[in-house]
Protein backbone atom coordinates (compact mmCIF):
# COMPACT_ATOMS: atom_id res chain seq x y z
CA UNK A 1 0.00 0.00 0.00
CA UNK A 2 0.84 3.62 0.03
CA UNK A 3 2.83 4.74 3.02
CA UNK A 4 2.43 8.22 2.49
CA UNK A 5 2.01 8.64 6.00
CA UNK A 6 5.52 7.95 7.21
CA UNK A 7 8.37 10.71 7.72
CA UNK A 8 11.15 9.93 5.10
CA UNK A 9 14.05 7.84 6.85
CA UNK A 10 17.60 9.33 5.39
CA UNK A 11 20.66 7.89 4.25
CA UNK A 12 24.02 9.25 4.78
CA UNK A 13 26.75 8.53 3.04
CA UNK A 14 30.11 10.26 2.18
CA UNK A 15 31.13 11.35 -1.26
CA UNK A 16 32.95 8.76 -3.59
CA UNK A 17 30.85 5.78 -1.62
CA UNK A 18 28.27 4.01 -2.83
CA UNK A 19 24.95 4.35 -1.86
CA UNK A 20 21.88 1.31 -1.75
CA UNK A 21 18.57 2.59 -1.44
CA UNK A 22 15.86 0.00 -0.43
CA UNK A 23 12.47 -0.84 -1.08
CA UNK A 24 10.01 -3.07 -0.05
CA UNK A 25 6.51 -3.48 -1.71
CA UNK A 26 3.54 -5.36 -0.74
CA UNK A 27 1.83 -6.46 -3.87
CA UNK A 28 2.64 -9.78 -5.06
CA UNK A 29 0.96 -8.90 -8.76
CA UNK A 30 3.12 -5.98 -9.30
CA UNK A 31 4.99 -6.34 -12.52
CA UNK A 32 6.81 -3.01 -13.21
CA UNK A 33 9.34 -1.01 -11.09
CA UNK A 34 10.40 2.57 -11.40
CA UNK A 35 12.90 4.61 -9.52
CA UNK A 36 12.34 8.24 -9.08
CA UNK A 37 14.76 11.11 -8.04
CA UNK A 38 13.14 13.75 -6.34
CA UNK A 39 14.77 17.25 -5.36
CA UNK A 40 13.38 20.07 -3.34
CA UNK A 41 10.88 21.60 -4.86
CA UNK A 42 10.36 19.50 -8.24
CA UNK A 43 8.29 16.40 -9.66
CA UNK A 44 10.15 13.32 -9.44
CA UNK A 45 12.34 12.08 -12.18
CA UNK A 46 13.11 9.06 -14.06
CA UNK A 47 16.18 7.13 -12.76
CA UNK A 48 15.32 3.59 -14.04
CA UNK A 49 13.21 0.72 -14.40
CA UNK A 50 12.74 -2.99 -14.51
CA UNK A 51 10.07 -5.52 -15.53
CA UNK A 52 8.96 -8.49 -12.70
CA UNK A 53 11.00 -10.82 -15.61
CA UNK A 54 14.10 -9.52 -14.82
CA UNK A 55 16.47 -9.55 -11.51
CA UNK A 56 19.06 -6.95 -12.31
CA UNK A 57 19.32 -3.88 -14.62
CA UNK A 58 22.07 -1.40 -15.03
CA UNK A 59 22.28 2.14 -16.01
CA UNK A 60 24.62 4.73 -15.67
CA UNK A 61 26.20 4.65 -12.68
CA UNK A 62 22.72 3.09 -11.30
CA UNK A 63 21.78 -0.24 -10.57
CA UNK A 64 18.28 -2.01 -9.79
CA UNK A 65 18.15 -4.95 -7.94
CA UNK A 66 14.49 -7.13 -7.85
CA UNK A 67 13.43 -9.97 -5.63
CA UNK A 68 10.04 -11.07 -5.87
CA UNK A 69 11.04 -13.54 -3.44
CA UNK A 70 11.01 -11.12 -0.68
CA UNK A 71 9.12 -8.47 -2.72
CA UNK A 72 12.38 -6.48 -1.91
CA UNK A 73 13.88 -3.40 -4.81
CA UNK A 74 16.77 -1.95 -4.41
CA UNK A 75 18.48 0.73 -6.11
CA UNK A 76 22.22 0.99 -5.96
CA UNK A 77 24.04 4.25 -6.71
CA UNK A 78 28.00 4.41 -7.43
CA UNK A 79 30.39 6.53 -6.57
CA UNK A 80 27.94 8.62 -4.66
CA UNK A 81 27.90 12.75 -5.46
CA UNK A 82 26.55 15.86 -3.80
CA UNK A 83 24.47 15.98 -7.07
CA UNK A 84 23.12 12.55 -5.92
CA UNK A 85 21.85 13.89 -2.87
CA UNK A 86 17.71 14.17 -3.19
CA UNK A 87 14.84 12.11 -2.23
CA UNK A 88 14.01 8.56 -3.88
CA UNK A 89 11.24 6.97 -4.12
CA UNK A 90 10.22 3.39 -5.91
CA UNK A 91 6.82 3.25 -7.45
CA UNK A 92 4.89 -0.24 -8.68
CA UNK A 93 2.42 -1.26 -10.94
CA UNK A 94 0.50 -4.35 -10.76
CA UNK A 95 -0.64 -6.41 -13.46
CA UNK A 96 -4.05 -5.85 -13.71
CA UNK A 97 -4.03 -2.17 -12.77
CA UNK A 98 -1.71 -0.89 -15.27
CA UNK A 99 -2.94 2.38 -15.41
CA UNK A 100 -1.68 3.30 -12.20
CA UNK A 101 1.61 3.72 -10.46
CA UNK A 102 1.91 3.15 -6.90
CA UNK A 103 4.89 5.10 -4.77
CA UNK A 104 6.68 3.95 -1.86
CA UNK A 105 7.67 5.89 1.43
CA UNK A 106 10.95 7.58 -0.18
CA UNK A 107 14.06 7.35 1.43
CA UNK A 108 16.29 10.89 1.62
CA UNK A 109 19.84 10.45 0.53
CA UNK A 110 22.51 13.18 1.94
CA UNK A 111 25.45 13.12 0.54
CA UNK A 112 28.76 14.44 2.45
CA UNK A 113 31.96 15.62 1.20
CA UNK B 1 9.25 16.01 -27.40
CA UNK B 2 6.53 15.95 -24.94
CA UNK B 3 5.99 18.49 -22.24
CA UNK B 4 3.86 18.61 -19.20
CA UNK B 5 2.81 21.89 -18.32
CA UNK B 6 1.06 22.57 -14.31
CA UNK B 7 0.55 26.13 -13.11
CA UNK B 8 0.40 27.41 -10.38
CA UNK B 9 3.54 26.95 -8.79
CA UNK B 10 2.85 28.61 -5.27
CA UNK B 11 -0.70 29.16 -4.50
CA UNK B 12 -1.59 30.74 -0.64
CA UNK B 13 -5.27 30.46 -0.48
CA UNK B 14 -7.72 30.71 2.44
CA UNK B 15 -9.72 28.38 4.62
CA UNK B 16 -13.20 27.61 2.41
CA UNK B 17 -12.32 29.51 -0.80
CA UNK B 18 -12.42 27.36 -3.83
CA UNK B 19 -9.24 26.07 -5.83
CA UNK B 20 -8.64 24.95 -9.32
CA UNK B 21 -4.71 23.76 -10.33
CA UNK B 22 -4.50 22.88 -14.08
CA UNK B 23 -2.20 20.92 -15.99
CA UNK B 24 -1.87 20.33 -19.76
CA UNK B 25 0.69 18.12 -21.49
CA UNK B 26 1.80 18.60 -25.16
CA UNK B 27 3.30 16.27 -27.57
CA UNK B 28 1.95 13.56 -27.51
CA UNK B 29 -1.99 12.62 -27.57
CA UNK B 30 -4.45 10.09 -25.30
CA UNK B 31 -2.39 10.03 -22.26
CA UNK B 32 -3.45 8.60 -18.75
CA UNK B 33 -2.94 11.54 -16.84
CA UNK B 34 -2.80 11.21 -12.83
CA UNK B 35 -3.01 14.27 -9.50
CA UNK B 36 -0.40 13.18 -6.56
CA UNK B 37 -0.10 14.97 -3.67
CA UNK B 38 2.87 15.06 -1.47
CA UNK B 39 2.00 16.01 2.13
CA UNK B 40 5.93 18.02 3.68
CA UNK B 41 8.63 15.29 3.66
CA UNK B 42 6.14 12.24 3.39
CA UNK B 43 5.30 10.12 -0.40
CA UNK B 44 3.34 10.46 -2.83
CA UNK B 45 0.00 9.92 -2.65
CA UNK B 46 -2.47 8.99 -5.70
CA UNK B 47 -5.49 11.06 -5.70
CA UNK B 48 -6.69 10.67 -9.19
CA UNK B 49 -6.35 9.28 -12.76
CA UNK B 50 -8.02 9.62 -15.79
CA UNK B 51 -7.55 7.43 -18.91
CA UNK B 52 -9.40 9.67 -21.26
CA UNK B 53 -11.66 12.37 -21.78
CA UNK B 54 -14.60 12.94 -19.10
CA UNK B 55 -12.95 9.76 -17.34
CA UNK B 56 -11.93 10.09 -13.95
CA UNK B 57 -11.22 7.65 -10.99
CA UNK B 58 -10.82 8.45 -7.67
CA UNK B 59 -8.15 6.85 -5.40
CA UNK B 60 -9.23 8.67 -1.76
CA UNK B 61 -12.15 10.07 -0.65
CA UNK B 62 -11.87 13.47 -0.14
CA UNK B 63 -12.54 17.44 -0.36
CA UNK B 64 -11.11 17.34 -4.27
CA UNK B 65 -12.45 16.45 -7.54
CA UNK B 66 -10.69 16.18 -11.17
CA UNK B 67 -11.89 17.07 -14.17
CA UNK B 68 -10.16 16.38 -17.59
CA UNK B 69 -12.01 18.19 -20.41
CA UNK B 70 -10.01 18.25 -22.86
CA UNK B 71 -7.67 15.05 -23.69
CA UNK B 72 -4.81 16.85 -22.66
CA UNK B 73 -6.00 18.94 -19.92
CA UNK B 74 -6.41 17.98 -16.22
CA UNK B 75 -8.11 19.96 -13.23
CA UNK B 76 -7.86 19.39 -9.82
CA UNK B 77 -10.42 21.32 -8.16
CA UNK B 78 -12.19 21.97 -4.54
CA UNK B 79 -15.44 23.99 -3.68
CA UNK B 80 -13.97 24.63 -0.23
CA UNK B 81 -10.53 24.30 0.81
CA UNK B 82 -9.60 22.81 4.46
CA UNK B 83 -6.53 23.28 6.12
CA UNK B 84 -5.52 19.96 5.48
CA UNK B 85 -5.57 20.21 1.75
CA UNK B 86 -2.02 22.15 2.01
CA UNK B 87 0.72 20.18 0.32
CA UNK B 88 2.50 19.75 -3.12
CA UNK B 89 0.78 18.68 -6.02
CA UNK B 90 2.06 17.20 -9.09
CA UNK B 91 0.37 16.38 -11.84
CA UNK B 92 1.57 13.33 -14.48
CA UNK B 93 1.09 11.59 -17.97
CA UNK B 94 2.05 8.23 -18.93
CA UNK B 95 1.62 7.13 -22.14
CA UNK B 96 -0.43 4.43 -22.97
CA UNK B 97 1.13 0.82 -23.89
CA UNK B 98 0.11 -2.72 -24.13
CA UNK B 99 1.47 -4.01 -20.42
CA UNK B 100 1.32 -0.32 -19.19
CA UNK B 101 4.72 -0.52 -18.68
CA UNK B 102 6.13 2.70 -18.86
CA UNK B 103 7.29 5.30 -16.53
CA UNK B 104 5.54 8.54 -15.07
CA UNK B 105 6.67 12.05 -16.46
CA UNK B 106 5.75 14.68 -13.76
CA UNK B 107 5.30 18.59 -13.87
CA UNK B 108 7.23 20.82 -11.79
CA UNK B 109 4.44 20.65 -9.19
CA UNK B 110 2.22 23.20 -7.29
CA UNK B 111 2.77 24.19 -3.92
CA UNK B 112 -0.57 24.95 -2.19
CA UNK B 113 -0.40 26.34 1.40
CA UNK B 114 -4.21 26.77 3.28
CA UNK B 115 -4.41 29.40 5.64
Known amino acids: GENVGLHLPTLSVQEGDNSIINCAYS??????FIWYKQESGKGPQFIIDIRSNMDKRQGQRVTVLLNKTVKHLSLQIAATQPGDSAVYFC????????????FGAGTRLAVHP | SQTIHQWPATLVQPVGSPLSLECTVEGTSNPNLYWYRQAAGRGLQLLFYSVGIGQISSEVPQNLSASRPQDRQFILSSKKLLLSDSGFYLC??????????????FGQGTRLTVV
Open chain 1, 27 to 32: NSASDY
Open chain 2, 92 to 105: AWRPKTTGGNTEAF
Open chain 1, 91 to 102: AEKTSGGYNKLI
